[in-house]
């Protein structure tokens, strides 16, 4: 039987999308990130906390929540470009996990970080979800 792989210019085109969607990623995480270690103060553009009302507070609180929710998972999806690039480097890319066969370009090109067939994915989410 023989292995199924895309071939070497294919998998050029996808680690130039990958790298892309890495870069991007990393940049807005950067900026989450900063964001994160600003104080309360800085985020406002005050120079003293000691007026600064409770409820701002608490609404600040609430924004600095969200981002670091958002930081959360734009670092989990750098991690997963991250383990794409790498299955570009093995030649693996684009091979779906559970069938072994080839993922549809127009997926991988919708959903770069994808390691199964739409129908693949379907039957695991609903393995995953009569446990």
């Known amino acids: 039987m023989a292995v199924k792989k895309y071939n070497k210019t294919t998998l050029k085109k996808f680690r130039e999308l990958l790298m892309g969607e890495r870069n991007r990623i990393a940049e807005d995480l ?7 270690n600003k ?4 985020g406002a553009g005050e120079l003293s906390s000691a007026t600064y009302h409770m409820a701002d507070v608490g609404t600040d609180m609430a924004e600095r929540e969200k981002t670091s929710l ?8 750098l991690s997963d470009v991250d383990e794409a690039l ?3 480097d093995e030649e693996t ?8 066969d080839l993922i549809e370009e127009g997926r991988l090109m919708a959903a770069p970080i ?3 067939h739409v129908s693949c994915k379907e039957t695991q989410n609903q393995r995953n979800n009569n446990q």
Do not use: M, P, W
């Open 39 to 42: 104080t309360i103060t800085e």
């Open 93 to 100: 890319y684009g091979v779906c996990i559970i069938c072994g």
């Open 86 to 88: 790498d299955r570009v």
């Open 70 to 77: 958002f930081a959360h998972r734009q670092a989990k999806y």
């Open 114 to 116: 994808a390691k199964y």
């Open 30 to 36: 950067n900026y989450q990130k900063s964001e994160l």
